[in-house]
């Protein structure tokens, strides 16, 4: 008899188990649901502090209501250890609206935006980048911003050329959060000064500093590292204004890889790879392989982010080699720095033409509006993420991680697509941002978003593994330049990259 | 010819007495703990593999995740069959996934027969617990691990190599070597695992054959040979039939170990699958990809099936 009770508990706690590990995965969505819920309860005395100050600029303004609640997707910024939760909150207290937020792991972001489509859970606001931002728009996947952007205050406070960088056929579908980052090229300052070498200001001399790095400084295992040959923004000096990728020149869009000046590219990295310039693992190297070979201090040159990762670069650098210098280049006279392609917040065309009003409305124009919402998504929550201290915002530490300070939490405040109004937020820059941040302000170029044609989107998967697999072995010398132009010829026109073009080009 | 009763015993052959609904029912009664512990197991086998087979009608439509999706008929699997990356992707994944099968079994039945001979329990145990560790270690941790081992650099084996005088090796960047060190990788990652079954069939031989075996003059390999292997056999086809049926689902393992120098000899159909639908949101040529992938399983699972039935007098699958 008590056998048979424990064989019926048994068979209850299995079932139970297997059935509790089965919804496991949901979880963690629930225990977001009872906090966001929590939330809303605590903060129903919402302030009416952005309505005054949207009501405020026009009395004959169209009276936009605020929305209950906002879906939004994110996969940077703000984590959840970060206080995340007090910021939101913050957000729900100075607007009145709930932002029923989702944080993506980065790599799965857009797989699972794309299944969000598929099954019909899209979320209201999410950002796009540059390569999938035309797919987006092409499908009718999210809604055309450009009437209610020029209609708004932003327009006209943004520069004219990030407008033109991120429109599609002249139409705008998403808005900066910031103005994007710029590839910029570092050196080790310290081993030109051991060698008395100037910094380079041609490819020729480019090389030789490599070459010496290579030959005179002990340390030096590595000339110049990158992830992979394919960036010309991460090898500029190679490159030269060569496209890896379709480009648009002189109006036109040209397929780069077929170009001329993609064979001259092809054939410097070649040469570099030989002479054992290069980092002989590039083509399997990752950004943090990279970063790491950097930090341990055995790199000569590395191209990288401009701005906070100039200041991480010199600090990591230091930290393991005593008295080293990241230092940030001018590009090289055929070089052309380049900034990432920009990405932007959306709003799904499957919200209404009023809840796209509101969201425009109260949450991305407030992001920009050069005062209170700015502030809140550049440094965050007052006491929680930053202090007042004279007329500058002071980052407090870090919550998850004390010994670093929060800098940014939403819109890095040094790359703002326009600048605060209110003048007791400065923030201070370090040195070592601003200097390479003032290189790729003076000399870097913004890339245009390439729109989308059919044709194209049927081959990419098909192209980009052909072009790959040529480059690759043109750089490590298993095919002469002349084989690798000529198998790309053969295998355009397989693909048909003629009508890709004429898609394009709208002919 | 004589019928039989009820219950009755013919050759090993138990058949069930027939039982009414009712009876069926009061079985179902008694037994309802088992279905109560089944029931979790029977609901996700129907939500996770049943269900989703519905999902094939995809491909034949043209349908990306913004759009309802059209009837193409046939349109995307001609465009895979008159794609030359699709049957690049077809060849890479058959002999990958064939030679590693291979590869798998030998040393699985392999390294079984050694650790079976070891008389020392605690030994032994030690020997499985080390040889099972790497199947629980991730593809990207194995990945990282082996690229940092392999790099001409800074790995050991080319520290090894230059050493004795060679010069560095890229592994993983060369076409002929990504290949060997994928199989190696694999053999390391899950030969350990392999052998368990193997083992639990080398424990349940008869060890008055070896004994009698002894006694003839067998000798040591000839025991190996003679009994052990033959004694072994129904389960190692049954293993191979299993496998077989995953023989085309190759994806992790490749995919974390692709590098651009080497992305046209490794690329399988899984990776292939990957790139369309991600790269360019085309989940109606993926899932035709996807779909003629299960059928080939299924035409060599039927095939391995039909086989076993000639050579053994049975099949698995029944």
């Not at chain 1, 210098?325 to 799904?348: F, H, K, M, N, R």
């Not at chain 1, 819109?411 to 040195?431: F, H, Q, R």
């Not at chain 2, 004694?231 to 490749?254: E, H, P, Q, Y």
Request: net charge negative.
């Amino acid at each position: 008899m008590r056998r048979k009770v424990t064989s019926k508990v048994m068979a209850v706690v299995c079932a139970s188990a297997m059935v509790v590990s089965a919804v496991g995965c949901g979880a963690a969505d629930t225990t977001t649901e009872v906090a966001d819920t929590k939330t809303q309860e605590t903060t129903t005395q919402a302030s009416e502090t952005v309505e005054s100050t949207v009501a405020a600029e026009s009395t004959e303004e169209k009276v936009v209501e605020k929305p209950d609640s906002i879906t939004w997707w994110t996969h940077d910024g703000l984590n959840e250890e970060n206080g995340a939760e007090q910021w939101f909150a913050e957000y729900e207290n100075l607007t009145g609206i709930h932002l029923d937020h989702q944080f993506i792991p980065n790599n799965e972001y857009y797989d699972k935006l794309k299944l969000a489509f598929a099954s019909d859970e899209v979320p209201e606001v999410f950002d796009l980048n540059g390569a999938n931002l035309a797919l987006y728009a092409s499908q009718g996947a999210i809604r055309d911003l450009t009437d209610l952007l020029k209609s708004s205050g932003l327009y006209e406070k943004v520069d004219p050329s990030i407008w033109d960088a991120i429109a599609i056929d002249g139409k705008i579908y998403a808005i900066p959060k910031e103005i994007p980052s710029a590839a910029v090229t570092y050196v080790r300052g310290d081993w030109l000064e051991r060698l008395g070498m100037d910094v380079p200001t041609n490819y020729d001399e480019f090389l030789e500093m490599i070459r010496r790095f290579k030959e005179e400084i002990p340390e030096c295992e590595i000339g110049l590292t990158a992830p992979g040959v394919k960036s010309e923004m991460n090898l500029p000096e190679f490159y030269q204004g060569a496209h890896y990728g379709f480009a648009k020149v002189n109006g036109e869009w040209i397929d780069g890889f077929a170009q001329p000046e993609m064979a001259e590219a092809m054939q410097r990295l070649q040469d570099a790879y030989k002479e054992g310039l290069l980092d002989m693992e590039i083509i399997t190297n990752t950004t943090s392989t990279c970063r790491d070979a950097w930090y341990e201090g055995k790199v000569g040159v590395f191209n990288y982010w401009s701005g906070k990762w100039g200041g991480t670069l010199q600090d990591r650098l230091v930290a393991n080699n005593e008295g080293a210098v990241a230092l940030a280049i001018e590009p090289v006279d055929e070089a052309q720095y380049l900034y990432a392609t920009l990405s932007g917040l959306c709003i799904s065309s499957k919200v209404s033409d009023e809840k796209a009003e509101q969201i425009f409305k109260y949450f991305i124009e407030y992001m920009h509006d050069g005062g209170e919402g700015q502030v809140l998504f550049q440094s965050g929550v007052e006491g929680v993420h930053w202090e007042q201290d004279g007329d500058t915002v002071k980052p407090l530490p870090n919550l998850a991680d004390p010994s670093a300070v929060t800098t940014s939490v939403w819109i890095t405040p040094w790359l703002a697509i326009s600048p605060l109004e209110v003048t007791d937020k400065k923030t201070e820059v370090a040195e070592a941002v601003s200097k390479s941040l003032a290189i790729t302000d003076a000399t870097a170029s913004q890339v245009a978003i390439t729109p989308v044609s059919t044709t194209l989107n049927k081959i990419t998967s098909d192209l980009e593994l052909e072009k790959a697999d040529i480059l690759a072995k043109v750089v490590m010398g298993e095919l002469t330049v002349e084989e690798g132009v000529a198998a790309y010829a053969e295998v355009a026109d397989e693909l048909n990259v003629e009508q890709v073009l004429k898609e394009l080009n709208g002919k | 010819m004589k019928l039989l009763n009820k219950g009755e015993r013919v050759k090993n052959t138990y058949v069930p007495p027939k039982k009414s609904f009712k009876q069926k029912m009061i079985d179902v009664y008694h037994y309802r703990w088992f279905y109560l512990m089944f029931f979790p197991v029977f609901t996700s086998l129907l939500v996770f593999h049943y269900f989703p087979i519905y999902g094939i009608k995809y491909a034949f439509t043209d349908y990306t995740p913004f759009t309802e999706p059209t009837f193409v008929g046939f349109a995307n699997f001609e465009y895979l069959f008159s794609s030359k990356r699709f049957w690049q992707a077809f060849r890479n994944t058959i002999e990958l996934s064939f030679i590693k099968l291979v590869l798998g079994m030998v040393f699985s039945v392999g390294l079984a027969l050694l650790i079976d001979e070891v008389r020392s329990v605690n030994f032994r145990k030690l020997t499985q617990t080390i040889v099972y560790i790497p199947h629980f270690i991730s593809w990207v941790v194995v990945a990282s691990i082996f690229t940092l081992f392999l790099s001409p650099q800074s790995g050991m084996v080319n520290a090894i190599l230059t050493a004795l005088g060679h010069e560095p090796i890229y592994f993983l960047a060369s076409d002929s070597w990504w290949r060997v060190v994928f199989y190696l990788l694999n053999l390391w990652k899950e030969t350990g695992w392999g052998t368990i079954i193997y083992i639990a069939a080398l424990a349940g031989v008869d060890q008055e054959m070896y004994e009698a075996a002894t006694i003839d003059g067998a000798g040591h390999l000839q025991r190996v040979w003679y009994i052990s292997i033959p004694a072994i056999s129904v389960t190692i086809l049954t293993v191979f039939i299993l496998n077989l049926a995953k023989v085309l689902n190759l994806f992790d393992s490749v995919f974390v170990l692709q590098n651009d120098s080497v992305i046209k000899s490794s690329d399988v159909i899984g990776t292939y699958v990957y790139r369309l639908g991600i790269t360019s949101a085309d989940y109606g040529v993926s899932t035709a990809a996807g779909l003629f992938k299960s059928v080939i399983s299924l035409v060599l699972i039927t095939i391995a099936n039909w086989l076993s039935k000639k050579i053994k007098g049975e099949g698995i699958l029944g």
